[in-house]
């Protein structure tokens, strides 16, 4: 349905993956995927129009790592003419987002704590998911709802359950001995 594009910056997150150019090529490859751009970085609103022009259809920025600009950052993201996501890491409450929500075209909930791939599932996962959804409803607003690590076809349904629109699958998929297996029974939720 997308590819999600992990970019980490060995200082908001102490691995470092990849930057604009990787996903410039990644779109030329394959122009008509929808990016939704992960910026697991410390000055996202620094480099959010560099991920626009290299392909970006959504930029995701952590609350983390502009706790004292979260206004400024979506304005800026805005901007660059993508939708705007706000994630949140499993020590942030989610009611952190809750100011936001009318802005926001997606709210991203860790599954793990962002920086590497292959990390276990975090089990409260679900009822903070379930705690953005009711806001949303309460709000009535239609903000979507995404999840991000440790998604399998276990986990994954738990999420769908609690109110995500959307699921992000690394490992399970790409280590799968039938990954289309996998995303048949996510689909299938
Ligand atoms: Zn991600």
């Known amino acids: ?5 992990d970019v980490m910056d060995g200082h908001f997150v102490p691995n470092i993956t990849y930057g604009a150019p990787v996903l410039k090529c990644l779109k030329k490859a394959v122009p008509e995927a929808f990016y939704d751009v992960h910026l697991m970085i410390s000055d996202p609103a ?9 392909g970006a259809n959504l930029i995701n920025f952590h609350i983390e790592a502009v706790p004292n600009h979260v206004g400024q950052t979506i304005a800026a993201v805005r901007e660059t003419g993508c939708l705007v996501g706000l994630t949140i890491s499993p020590s942030t409450p989610p009611q952190a987002v809750f100011p936001y929500l009318d802005e926001l075209d997606l709210v991203l909930v860790m599954g793990v704590e962002p920086g590497f791939g292959g990390q276990k599932f975090i089990p409260t996962t679900p009822t903070r998911i379930a705690a953005i959804c009711a806001e949303r409803t309460r709000r009535g607003c ?39 297996a996998v995303v048949n029974v996510l689909h299938s939720k």
């Open 142 to 180: 239609d903000t979507l709802i995404e999840v991000d690590g440790g998604i399998n076809t276990e986990t994954g349904p738990l999420c769908i359950a609690a109110g995500a629109d959307w699921l992000v699958a690394g490992s399970s998929l790409f280590h799968a001995m039938d990954p289309a």
């Open 1 to 5: 349905d997308m590819v999600h594009f």
């Open 46 to 54: 620094r480099y959010a129009q560099d991920f626009a022009t290299a």
